[in-house]
């Protein structure tokens, strides 16, 4: 049996990285599959049989810089993680080293202007004073930057060398090293050199620029990556530690790992509930928008469901516990999103594929560039300044070509999508989901439980004409006995008549015999006489009169959803009943919503006809299949996707499981203690029909989030490639500097992850 883990990865950096550690670990036995991803620095592994140790994990990759750390071990101390920690700590000696290297940073860009401005006679040269002291400082400081923030750039190259694998910091770390070798030199043995080299130019400023905003850059990419999986962050807050149980008649405070089902526990006003539950004692409103999304409070009674993670408000409540803690609500939830998080979308594995190979085609792209400028460059410029050139082009090569923009184009948007989504009450289990959502063209709505409420409303009790005339004190008694007949009957349209009737000022009177005819209806004794309450087929039976002459007696009414039953005695019908589906409050609107976005909307339901007709006609569902098996809900699933549509199916996940598994998109409608269902791809907490339009707008804004970020990185790359490689040299007598290549390098990153950042504050319809 198949097992998975999710760890957390150090030393992991770039696009390339994300390819490497995929293909080291997913070749060690015992691993069946694994997925890495870079915005959350995770990977997931499936084991084909019983978990490996992690020395197994490292085993292959440790060499190359990377390590699986555990991710479920907690630090016990404020509820954080290790990987929070180390997180924490690496920003802070990240934010120590900056404040040295930033000063440095600003040094060598004034050089670089200064003397750049100066040989256009814009501003005076410099002294020879000052020229000497940048001359002398400038060495000091690249050694600084290199051999301090710069060392993972060094071990990279050392890996390099030694295993051939070749990531992000390998290109990096051969311009850097290049290009300082190449300026000790020349200032060490000026002299000596001076005849061969052009000794007066150095690119000491292109170490520390390079290394110094590329760290500077990762600094404020880490911090932005941190905000795209705040959500999960702040669903793992919602996550109680203790909580106050009853036991022996005292009040204890115990872990919540301790708590066992059956255990009562107490929750005061203004704390969080800690349990999924039953409220034994009290009431109280509570604040469930952290797991639904819905900001209005849920009034709490003798008997109602609570769930872990939800603020209790007013009142005093005691809860029986229903789940263990790590079975709750928000663990599944928490569950669902994290597995999303760490899930791939079909274009996210062909971006890794293509940076698994990228850098490689750089370090061949950055030595033709070399070699070039050193075969034609010296007849116009002579050996000296032909080598410094080369050099340069071929450094600005390398480190404009960086994939990271590329590795995190994809991964960022899903993260924050996801992440948008479970705020706000719509589940998300896996990145293919919501690129298919994305794409969806027709969505197909079963009706019970989706688009109406799992129970029914009562319109009215009528008498019949042939009653007598006392019309009321006989509407009264039928009342009565229809109550007295339903209140015990645990068939969902007895239940509905008896609640309508519950709030009803209706006699009570005491029935005997009661009994249940399957598919009829229901019969019962009241001083001597025998009465019947059901369909009109069973009403025709037990009275001998046809069912024409029985609908005559009210006016030939019908209701509009094909729902009556009658009551009636031996020889004649007494009363009917109408009723009809409840229709949710926003199913209308949203129908017309999902209609406005270009989606054809089909509603198919086991219900007959003129229900499902009348539900349709209501809410503006033009194309409707009434009296459907599951069987017949897939069929009418394929067919549309025969026609080469896209299609979702919404559902409640149980009888309509075919059919869901069948969609390209399956969608269920949860009432926020179910959430864990297996045959859908989208949960939407609360039973919220409000939130169908809101999960296809989500996708389809993530969805262009990840191909605006896409066609940023390639089309980055497309044109700076070729510019850093010195283009447009021949013509136009200009090219790119290593340093603003990094510096432009580092921008690209971090514009990527702010423009996915956009999506936490959308607007979803």
Known sequence: MSTAKIYTIKGMHCASCVTLIQDKVGKVPGVASVSVGLANEKAKVTFSGPELSL???NRDIAPLGYIFEDDAKKDTMNGMDHRTMHHAMGEQAIAFEMRFVIPMVVFSFVMMFWEALADNALVPKMSTTVYEVF???????????????????????????????ANMDVLVGISTIVAFIYSFAVTAFEETLAPYLEVTSNFYDVVIVVIGLIALGQYFETNAKRKTNEALQKLAELTSKTALVERNGSEIEVPIEQVVIGDVVIVKPNERIPVDGVVAFGTSSVDESNLTGESVPVDKLVGANVFAGTQNFQGILKIRVEKDAKDTALSHIITIVEDAQNSKAPIEKTADKISGVFTYIVLVIAVITFASWMFFAPASMGFAKALAFALSTMMAVLVIACPCALGLATPTAIITGVGTGARRGILIKNAESLEKLAGVQA???????????????VEGIFCAHDVGDEKSTKATFHQSLIYAMTKSSRHPISASIAEWLSVSKVQNISVSDISEITGKGLKAHYEGNTYYLGSIGYMSEVTGVSEDALKKQFDGAQFESGRELYLADTKTVLALVKIHDTIKADAQAEIAKLKALGLRVVMATGDNKKTGEAVAMHLGIDEVHTEVKPADKLRIIADLQKKGLKVAMIGDGVNDSPALAQADVAISMSDGSDIAIESSDIVLLNGDIGKVAEAVNLAKRTNRTVWQNLIWSFGYNSVGIPIAAGILFP????????????????FESVTVVLNSLRLKHIKLL
């Open 55 to 57: 020395e197994m994990m």
């Open 443 to 457: 969505i197909v709505f079963d009706k019970t439980g989706t688009l109406t409420e799992n129970k029914l409303s």
């Open 731 to 746: 013509v136009y007598g200009w090219t790119l500097s290593p340093a603003i290549a990094g510096s432009i390098m580092a």
């Open 135 to 165: 001359h002398h400082l400038m060495p000091i400081f690249a050694t600084f930057v290199l051999f301090g923030i710069g060392r993972r750039y060094i071990k990279a190259v050392w890996i390099f060398l030694r295993t051939g694998i």
